[in-house]
């Protein structure tokens, strides 16, 4: 077409390799690139790896509520009821303490020494950490750490002490975590409760009461300076082993309290040079031991898990305990060589079932033995009552008449003591004298098992075999259990439960066990208890009894003697209205005395006892002492008379005793 042109073709535009890319273009640089990408993609993978090995089998962070009894060593801090300190098993933790309980110069004290930025940081102090580093990696070694108090808390309550890079990782994790879920007053507060301060001491509270003997609430300046001191090296600083190093240190976190604006340097000057008094370290009586290894077996039936801070008040009255103990110690002194007899257990319960005093031998550190609780001995015929008590449940009363005559059960024949016999008497004097013979003859009229059944209503634990012989003690009782048995009768009939523990807590005060009051179980008639302290009142009181020496000045006493065979155990079990309480005396490997019987040594020590517990209280009259008369001999023997006249009207009109056609009894 004319006037047009042909159309030009665009300019086509050649790309000239760099030479930049070239050698990696070329084959052995391809085989470079490939070489250092995998290096790359192996050393970020075991970069990844290294970051996660780092919190590999870290473990999750405890619910607040469970860091208070975190990695804590079992304790028992054993009080009495006004609060005083008897002993402490294990490490002493202290009560429980608040910062906003405190005066300010006791945390501030500890926010120097250990973690200045405590307020500022998240948990783990970056600023610190980098510092730290700077320091020892100049030095070459490690001089300088950067665990901040969070950071201490998790070491110690939630990780282990080793020093690695994964475990200091997972320490600054977890408290950041922990700052998460705890407001800065509780993490210090958690943290001055927990701190170890060597000596086996943790928390300031067992502290400040170990080397000041007062709580951290009035601690001052420069002890709260000292306090602080020691978590850095708790074992090397002890106070009362290298004060002066300590000392060294309070003038540091002195100095670091005045730079940081907590007190003035003037009173940094004042509580450097104030003087420092350390108190001597608590002595406690380690004759209290027996009562409290009984207690400590209780709490292991009380709660199903045992806490490791526990306080528990007890019910001993360590006065009263400490006298007694005294007494019987001098005592044996005096008069345990010449009788062979080289131990002894005593037992003071409260009629409502406190138990006051509790002596499981003659000295605690030479023998933990607990004669009271672990021992069993034979009773002797400080068991008859149980016998009597049967009795009279079956229809006997105290004045039915029986014979004390030589006797034959099978191929036993019980005797009594002097070897003589005495002929009739009413059960009442056959109690009163303990006659053997009319003791055996009514448990045969009773039954061994309606014997064991009531000494079990009473208290009795122990297993108890049906012989014969039961019925004057053959069979092995602990002190405690038969103690407790007579607190039925003085009762009125209603079983008596001893206890040792008023209350259980833990260290921050949370009551995890109190005594309830409670009625108690009716486990014998009223009547007949009635009718059993009054012929008990004549075992003591009555010029035929057998338990004299146990009477106290002004009190109405009510007991029996008892005396194993061959003299190897001599019992005084009685009461008043006021207490109940048992003695025994004898020997660890069971060899004989001299000649020591319920009556004698027992019965002695069992008023010097009952003296003192009964010191400054006013006498109550015990029920049914009051049916216990004192009888001339004449009206004795008139009372057996004409009640062995009728008793014989009776049988020869065809009548017999309760169970008469049981009796296995033969008279030779």
Do not use: C
Not at 79 to 108: E, F, I, K, M
Not at 331 to 338: I, Q
Not at 351 to 361: A, Q, W
């Amino acid at each position: 077409m004319a006037g047009k042109t042909a159309p030009r073709k665009s300019a086509r535009a050649i790309k000239v390799p760099s030479k930049r890319f070239a050698f990696v273009r070329s084959g052995p640089g391809k085989y470079l690139a490939l070489s250092l990408l995998f290096v790359l993609l192996v050393a970020a993978g075991w970069g990844l790896w290294k970051w996660r090995s780092l919190y590999a089998g870290m473990p999750s962070l405890p619910e607040v509520s469970e860091l208070w009894n975190s990695k804590r060593e079992p304790a028992i801090e054993f009080v009495d009821r006004n609060g005083n300190t008897l002993d402490v098993r294990g490490p002493r933790y202290g009560r429980a303490t608040d910062v906003s309980r405190l005066p300010p110069h006791v945390p501030q004290a500890f926010i120097a020494a250990e973690d200045k930025r405590f307020y500022e940081h998240d948990g783990a102090d970056d600023a610190a950490i980098a510092r730290a580093a700077w320091s020892n990696m100049r030095a070459g070694e490690t001089v300088s750490g950067a665990s901040t108090i969070t950071q201490q808390l998790i070491k110690n309550l939630v990780l282990d002490s080793r020093q690695t890079i994964s475990r200091k990782a997972q320490e600054m994790k977890l408290a950041r975590a922990l700052e998460k879920k705890m407001t800065k007053d509780q993490i210090l507060s958690l943290y001055l409760n927990r701190v170890y301060f060597g000596a086996g001491l943790y928390g300031i509270d067992a502290a400040a009461r170990y080397y000041f003997g007062k709580p951290p609430e009035d601690l001052t300046i420069s002890e709260a300076a000292l306090l602080a001191a020691l978590p850095k090296a708790p074992s090397k600083l002890n106070l009362r082993e290298n004060l002066e190093g300590a000392k060294s240190r309070q003038r540091y976190v002195l100095s670091e309290m005045a730079d940081l604006g907590f007190i003035t340097r003037e009173q940094a000057l004042e509580a450097g040079e104030a003087p420092i008094t350390i108190i001597d370290p608590p002595a406690y009586d380690p004759q209290f031991g027996y009562a409290l290894d009984t207690a400590a077996e209780r709490l292991k039936a009380m709660l199903p898990r045992i806490p490791g801070d526990l306080v528990v008040t007890v019910s001993i009255d360590p006065q009263m305990q400490q006298k007694i103990q005294t007494k019987l110690a001098e005592r044996m002194e005096k008069d345990g060589k010449a009788s062979k007899a080289s131990q002894v257990s005593a037992l003071v319960i409260d009629k409502d079932g406190r138990v006051i005093t509790l002596i499981g031998g003659l000295d605690y550190k030479a023998s933990e033995f607990n004669r009271v609780t672990q021992s069993r001995r034979q009773p002797g015929s400080a068991f008859k009552p149980f016998v009597y008590a049967t009795a009279l449940e079956n229809g006997f009363t105290p004045y039915d008449v029986f014979q004390d005559a030589p006797l034959s059960i099978g191929k036993w024949t019980p005797s009594n003591y002097t070897g003589n016999y005495l002929g009739p008497m009413t059960l009442s004097e056959g109690l009163a004298r303990s006659i053997n013979t009319i003791a055996a003859e009514l448990g045969q009229e009773v039954s061994e098992e309606n014997v064991i059944q009531l000494a079990q209503r009473f208290g009795i634990t122990t297993e108890l075999k049906p012989f014969p012989s039961i019925a004057l003690g053959s069979q092995e009782v602990s002190l405690w259990e038969i103690t407790r048995a007579f607190g039925t009768f003085q009762s009125g009939g209603e079983r008596l439960d001893p206890w040792l523990i008023d209350r259980i807590e833990n260290s921050r005060g949370d009551i995890l066990y109190e005594r309830p009051n409670y009625n108690r179980d009716r486990v014998y008639d009223y009547e007949y208890a009635k009718e059993m302290n009054a012929m008990l009142t004549r075992v003591v009181n009555s010029r035929i009894g057998t338990g004299g020496k146990a009477k106290i000045p002004g009190w109405t006493v009510a007991g029996k003697t008892g005396t194993s065979q061959d003299w190897r155990d001599a019992w005084f079990i009685g009461f008043t209205s006021a207490y109940v309480g048992g003695v025994w005396v004898g020997n660890d490997d069971d060899s004989a005395m001299n000649h020591v019987t319920g009556g004698g040594l027992p019965a002695d020590l069992w008023s010097d006892v009952m003296t003192i517990a009964h010191a400054g209280m006013k006498p109550e009259p015990l029920l049914g002492a009051e049916e216990g008369l004192e009888m001339s001999e004449d009206a004795e023997k008139r009372i057996t008379f004409y009640r062995g006249l009728a008793q014989a009207f009776k049988t020869a009109s065809g009548g017999r005793s309760p169970d008469g056609n049981k009796v296995r009894v033969i008279r030779q």
